[in-house]
């Protein structure tokens, strides 16, 4: 075997093996302009500014975190089932966009287990419009409601506590965490129905809705952990493109 290609190889030996060592050495961080915290007297405290000001940021989306815009936030489907009386109820409600979710939040408190990632914080909405389209069959209070076409559900003054439950994982050597569950508990003041079509008849549809608003805390009581659910799975996904990119040490400083 001649020298040069000899040489040759070892050089393309040389060059698969650098570019395999930034592959594995160049992790991503967090944005520059996002506040971060260290793990300790005040880290819970440091958080809830931290990431007040980072989901701030985060509202025209971040391309290289991969989170899309979230004011309004684009919501393919949520599907709400209540099958307990006094309702029974099935609503699925697609291309859902919903609005002043984030503009509006505002994180209050957290209480923090990192060894057994686990996040718990509870935030303050004042006000969450989902508008999009429907389709809803079942009772409520022993009426039938049937229907499909265009909603309004706007939630005032909501109460929500964030249960984050993660787990670790290692990628090249270095430590992430990705959340495996979110569970959601929303808790509003107030919450507004609009459901156009229903039955198909103008006259009845105003009736129906007049109802559903005049008894909205028992009907919403029913259905909001289907909301709340329905969130949740939401909130991981948009969580997950930031923890399952970021190192657990990049987030969270030691």
Known sequence: MSKQPTVILLLLIA????ETAKCVTAVQDLPD???KCKRDANFDKCLVDAVNQAIQLLK?????LGIPPLEPLTVKKLVIDAGNAP???RQALKNVKVHDMISTSKIQRYRTDLDKHLIICDSKTDRIEMIGDYEMSGRILLLPITGHGKANITLVNTKIEHRLIGEPFEKDGVKYMRLKEYRVVMDPKRVYLHFENLFNDKTLS??????????WETVFNELKVGYSKSFGLVFRELSNKIFEKVPFDNIFLS
């Open 15 to 18: 060059a698969v093996a650098q």
């Open 206 to 215: 105003e009736g129906m809705n007049r109802f559903l608003n005049e008894n």
């Open 60 to 64: 025209s989306g971040n391309k290289e």
């Open 87 to 89: 309702i029974n109820l």
């Open 33 to 35: 302009n996002f506040p």
